[in-house]
């Protein structure tokens, strides 16, 4: 199946060199912006064609499969909408059907525009779900994620887009976990005022997350932590549960670990550490691997289910 | 006593100094986030009454970090902003935000709530997260200031660059936070002398005072040309406190600068802090002292010093790991993965 990158930079570059080692996957194309010139080179060296053009040259490449690092996937889907591809969209902020490969990758094998929420998200959704399935989701009272990721594992689209990286995972968690509706108050920072009650037992449903760049060196691994306010949770059973959760992501991205896990009455929290595998990427940027490791695998169950 | 001037003098040794006062924000680290309503007007009045120019307020971590991580307060940032904007009649409203903990929203909101100053806040290296939200606040018209955190983390130049940065994106003053009391006052006027070099508006700078020197600092800072200082009443502020604003206004007054603060009123404030705020006074203690030295942001004390205890550890060991992998602010779930790790040697 032909697959095109459209972005060039340090997340498009990798996902291009996944591709490239997909049995499923012919990386047809790489589109990079104005400033790409370097990541550009690195994907013809790849054996790549690579282009400047932008969406045209997308739409003229015949693919069956478009991965989108830009910052412009709105305009794009509008444009790529009535071409009959599926866009795998890794910007913060999409509207695409939000997908976690083990949680809930079915209920998207009918959707054209897949949204692979944030880096974060793919490493708490995992989590995050078997915490509701053991306690029940309607006794959720609050989440709360806080991720840290190294400075040097994101660039400019990240750190320009914060607040839609955090409105998007907090989306994702209101409706692949709590099967909420990610419309009322899902806007960045809705859920801070109302988060507050949750102390108070106002906040049935509330989710919240906090993202941290650090500057320390050595560049630690991208983290993850998370703490759920839900009752009936036994910590035991919750370990042998999470243990499962954390082996099926490793079929996909094998640094991901839940190094964590407590209940201290409703308190639950556990605590995720994603490191890059193999020497495409620093070991640090567990968070680059995983979110495009989840994308690459979504492509291959993509191409398995519609092959004649 | 020597009155105040109340006009700033143009010559160079006796620039006007503008104290920016976090207590009602950075104070909040000192009781666990726990400041009341009732507790930020009394201050709040004070401060006013004292002709302190700016009066920040929020969460110790600012807009929208009220969370399990750092800490829940006692009440939401709406009804920080409605409370001290009501009491205060001369003072400008000031507040925090370091993207990832809030969010544009929060900025709006605030801004809604009258807050005329507001501080975006980035670790030391990451001045690029501050672009939207520096622009949002340009955009919504209240003053827009850039912070670096942790900024011991770092060398001189990049800082200079950061900041310069963040001028870029609409900064109308910026300048560096040393979150952790690391900076001997030589290490500030390097630092304030390269920012002022390399910018072209007012520099900041905010002081923890874990080695004592946090008055010394903030001196040199204004020798090397900064224009804003951060000072708490009676030092209340994160770790073993802030630069005592009170201590700081008699010292740049005896130096022959103008602050347009009324020193009599600031000592007032600063009683009102002590009576109404503090649960005890700041303190250098031995754990300030050696989390300064460590490198370790001072809004952690509280959290470690309450996780060693209960797990039986030397806090003091908890700070030379931290300080070891750089924990930075909002990484407050790496003091439970120290704490276990040393329960277990």
């Known amino acids: ?308 | 006593m020597q009155a105040p001037s109340t006009t700033p003098s143009t010559s160079p040794s006796s620039r006007r100094v503008v104290i920016h006062d976090p207590t009602l924000r950075d104070g909040q680290h000192a009781v666990g986030h726990r400041l009341g309503a009732a507790q930020m007007a009394a201050y709040a009045r004070a401060a006013d009454a004292a002709g302190i120019p700016v009066v920040e307020v929020g969460h110790g971590n600012g807009l929208g970090a009220s969370s399990l991580q750092i800490g829940r307060a006692a009440i939401p940032d709406s009804v920080m902003l409605t409370t001290v904007r009501q009491a205060l009649t001369r003072a400008q409203m000031g507040v925090f935000m370091a993207p990832g903990w809030g969010t544009g929203d929060d900025i709006r909101r605030a801004v809604d709530h009258g807050a005329e100053v507001v501080r975006v806040a980035a670790h030391c290296t990451e001045a690029a997260v501050t672009e939207r939200h520096l622009g949002l606040v340009r955009e919504l018209g209240a003053q827009a200031q850039a912070v670096l955190l942790m900024s011991h983390m770092t060398g001189v130049e990049q800082l200079a660059v950061q900041c310069a940065q963040a001028v870029c994106f609409g900064a109308q003053a910026v300048g560096i936070m040393d979150s952790a009391g690391h900076y001997l006052p030589a290490d500030v006027c390097e630092r304030i002398a390269a920012i002022c070099a390399a910018v072209d508006v007012p520099v900041i700078f905010h002081g923890h005072n874990n080695l004592s020197m946090a008055v010394a600092n903030s001196v040199a800072a204004v020798q090397a040309g900064a224009g804003v200082i951060d000072a708490c009443a009676r030092g209340f502020g994160a770790g073993a406190g802030n630069t005592q604003l009170e201590a700081l206004v008699a010292v740049l007054e005896r130096m022959g600068h103008w602050t347009g603060i009324d020193l009599r009123a600031a000592l007032a404030a600063a009683d009102v802090a002590e009576q109404q705020l503090m649960d005890r006074p700041a303190a250098i203690d031995s754990v300030a002292v050696f989390s300064g030295l460590a490198g370790v942001f001072s809004g952690f004390k509280r959290p470690v010093l309450a996780a060693a205890d209960a797990a039986g550890v030397d806090p003091l060991e908890v700070f030379a790991e931290l300080g070891r992998r750089q924990a930075v602010a909002g990484q407050e779930d790496l003091i439970g993965v120290v704490v276990g790790e040393l329960r277990q040697r």
Request: aromatic fraction near 4%; charged fraction near 15%; proline fraction near 5%.
């Open chain 1, 1 to 308: 199946m032909r697959a095109a990158v459209i972005g060039a930079g340090q997340l498009g570059i990798d996902l291009a060199r996944r591709i490239c080692g997909s049995p499923w996957l012919d990386c047809a194309l790489v589109v990079g912006g104005p400033s790409s010139d370097r990541g550009l080179r690195l994907a013809a060296a790849l054996g790549c064609a690579v282009s400047a053009a932008g969406l045209e040259a997308v739409t003229a490449a015949d693919v069956d499969v478009v991965f989108d690092v830009s910052n412009a996937s709105a305009r794009h889907w509008a444009d790529l909408v009535a071409t009959g591809v599926v866009l795998l969209d890794l910007t913060p902020g999409s509207s695409g059907t939000m997908v976690a490969p083990t949680v809930n990758a079915a209920s998207a094998d009918s959707c054209w525009h897949l949204n692979l929420v944030s880096c974060g998200g793919q490493a708490v959704l995992p989590v995050l779900e078997t915490i509701a399935r053991h306690g029940g989701r309607d006794a959720v009272q609050y989440v709360e994620v806080v991720t840290t990721a190294a400075a040097a594992s994101v660039g400019r689209h990240t750190r320009l887009n914060l607040d839609e990286y955090i409105a998007t995972t907090q989306d994702a968690v209101r409706q692949i976990v709590l099967g909420g509706d990610a419309a009322p108050g899902a806007g960045p920072g809705a859920g801070h005022e109302a988060g507050h009650g949750a102390g108070h037992g106002a906040g049935h449903g509330v989710v919240k997350v906090l993202a941290n760049l650090t500057p320390a060196l050595p560049a630690p691994a991208f983290r993850a932590e998370v703490a759920v306010i839900c009752p009936g949770v036994e910590e035991r059973a919750l370990r042998a549960e999470l243990a499962a959760a954390a082996a099926a992501v490793r079929a996909f991205a094998p640094g991901y670990q839940i190094v964590a896990c407590r209940v201290d009455g409703d308190l639950v929290r556990a605590s995720v550490t994603v490191t890059a595998t193999g020497a495409r990427l620093p070991a640090y940027a567990g968070n680059v691997e995983l979110i495009n490791a989840a994308a690459v695998l979504l492509a291959e169950r993509y191409a398995t289910l519609r092959k004649p």
